[in-house]
């Protein structure tokens, strides 16, 4: 009888615990048994596992073998556990040596051929095999996403029999050396909207502060254009916020790609999705919209088509930048620090305050259409731009506009200052360090008292309101929010939530 032991990672929200694969094999009437909390998935490893061993002309033992997966609380799935589960019974039965199993981590799933297949999550269980000091075994196809893990040892391999001959000292592993290399990302450009000067200013000043913006105006304004040119006026992502994105979309199937690391994400679910899709679900538990848009943008087309209760998930992360899920047998945390973009027609049919095209809503269809959208969460949307149809002369004009990297010039400029001052955006400030740190002067004070009972503002949107105006300022260079700052802060405040019916 002999007991090997094989390292490798599970998931658990953004965290990739360590998991111990132990496999035992002796006597007894020929049986195949994997324990620990496994599902369905890793069951089927068994499969999957004998027949890899068989076509790779192993010898699978004809006796009793037992895989544990430690710790036995974790619930255990995919089947990223082929590939330490295979490793582990070649090494219990001597047919691979067990002296260099300490220093490496393995993750796969098997083909029956015994090719390695690729797995999620493969960035976040890289950075943490790192952190323990190990080598990271992992199919070829995703090693150009462990790669972004700085530092790691990656060992790529397309076969069970690559690994085994890197194990015995036959054939060992190249080590995956990342390109490191960022492509530059092609959004359309904001030279191409024609008039539209509020709605431009205010993408400017999201932009800069990080703040979220409602679009509000009949078809044919250009709203989804200016939503679909907001990614190319945004600051560039940090290394660090990179990493934290790219982590997030390698947990879900399909949604990272490595030639877009460094992009920021720009996710526009449609007014169908459920509330799972949007913050995340599932068993085991994966991201949703909300986090897969961590540091990037979070656009909904059409917001009041949305089921209200959908929109509701909405208030928690927008104050917190995360969101925990909890189910019956275990709880994910999931960041989802996004900017939230969003448009909207005014009224059912589209087309009130249009002077081409009459509405023919009546008040109560607009009342019961603006309500879809509740109070609350639009009290935390910090800037609204009702959009005119644009005139004739402004798409005959020949005049080019202001192209996405003058925008962006000015945006980042902004972004410094507030880094610089007080090391986060506007957007994320408290609201103690509001109160503290922008206070605008006299006159700034007075004309914000006044608004406030006018416009009914409540004390959320009063201090977003003084987010805002510093952002203002800070995009004209000023020192301190002044009376100007102010005001222009406030005519992003005027579209409300109608009374009942």
Known sequence: ?????????GLSGLDAPLVRVEAHCGGGLPQFHIVGLPDTEVKEARDRVRAALATSRFKFPAGRVTVNLAPADLPKESGR???PIAIGILAATAQVPQRDLAKHE?????GLSGELRAIRGALAMTFRAHQDGRAFVLPASVAEEAGFATGATILPARTLLEVCDHLSGLAPLPVHVASGARNEPAYPDLADVRGQGLARRALEIAAAGGHSLLLCGPPGT?????ALRFPGILPPMSEEEALEAAAVQSM?????????FGTRAFRSPHHTASAIALVGGGSPPRPGE????????????????FDRHVLEVLREPLESGAITISRAARQADFPARFQLLAAMNPCPCGYLGDSRNPCRCTPAQVVRYRSRISGPLLDRIDLHVELNPVSDAELSSGSPNESSPRVRERALRARHRQLARQGVMNARLTSAQ??????????GRQLLRESASRLGLSARAHHRVLRVARTVADLNDADGVGRAHVAEAL???????????
């Open 1 to 9: 009888m002999s007991v090997a032991v094989v390292f490798s990672r």
């Open 81 to 83: 556990f082929d590939l």
């Open 106 to 110: 393995f993750a796969g799933e098997l």
């Open 222 to 226: 250009g709203k989804t254009m200016l």
């Open 252 to 260: 879900a199937n399909g949604a990272f790609r490595p030639e877009r």
């Open 290 to 305: 909300i986090s897969l848009a961590h540091h990037g943008v979070l656009f909904l087309d059409e917001l009041p088509e």
């Open 434 to 443: 509001v109160d503290q740190r922008m206070q605008p002067d006299a006159e």
């Open 491 to 501: 005519a992003y405040r005027g579209l409300r939530t109608p009374p009942s019916a």
